[in-house]
DNA sequence: GGATATATTTTAGTACAGTGAATTAAAACA
DNA sequence: TGTTTTAATTCACTGTACTAAAATATATCC
């Protein structure tokens, strides 16, 4: 039943994400850095990863992973170390300027998110954080389910 | 200041924005079409418009656009049309089955959102939509910001 | 310590989406 | 009506990211 009242949230939902999605390329191509390779960046944000992990994490060949990690080492957004305990392995790292590249896009997003949130009541701000941590949580497991399903289709 | 109690917003920001683009990729990656392509996705979902229309919202040559309509065609997710008032211009639109795919993909997501906003009393679901439209409206905004500014530079 | 296994890189080849220019067809104009 | 403009397609080519397999370097195991 399109149209219902009840639909309200997945229109927006729809609306949001399509506005999220066009951010994100927007971002990229300023960086000069493809969707794809996105995708790793956002993985080597949230701590140094070794290539082959990176490899299985986004499902490509390790031969392509090591390009990857060219472009973007030469974007100057990540950098390679060796891995310490285990020389044959390189840690991806995000690099400062990497993160303060990105970040500086991020900025006046950030703050135009701030100064959104302040039209907010402390109770409110707490009624959307759960909604937002929800909703993350959801799609997490959508795109779950839609990998495992192509995945077992493939197969 | 990174990790103040008002960046909360921004960090969940982050992973709403993650959590979306690679849901996005999931689908995409199940319908067989690239991320390029579901943006004229999207845009054609709005109602049908013309390969010229097209080529000019996407920022691709008239050549692009046709050979992407060629693929998204083959997939049976849109079909031409010849305009009936400029029998030049083909208008392309979404085919019924074009949408059920899509859409299908999409009921599961679409429920756990409905079910997620049960959670909410009326009053908290107003605050979620108004907080999902300003954060709409914020993120077209620094797009348009970005592609501006990405435009400019290279003029 | 030497054989085997593992991690990354390199190399050669492939697939594909993009550009620019030529082509075809229809509309607009004078 | 004939010329010019506009819309989409076709064509030849290019760039790039991918795979598969070989090469290199290090770790692990008897």
Partial sequence: MPGMAEDRGVDLGRELSTAVVMFHEAVGQHLGVSAGDQRALALIRGGPLSAGALAKEIGLTPGAVTGMIDRLE?????????????????????????????????????????????????????????????????????????????????R
Same sequence: chains 1, 2.
């Fill in 74 to 154: 030469a974007a100057g957004l990540v950098r390679r170390e060796v891995d310490p305990n285990d020389r044959r392995r390189i840690l991806v790292g995000s690099t400062d300027s990497g993160i303060s590249a990105h970040s500086g896009l991020f900025d006046e997003l950030a703050a135009a998110m701030r100064r959104m949130a302040t039209r907010y009541t402390p109770a409110e701000q707490a009624v959307i954080d759960d909604y937002v941590v929800r909703t993350v949580a959801i799609l997490r497991g959508q795109t779950e389910r839609l990998t495992e399903r192509k995945q077992s289709g493939k």
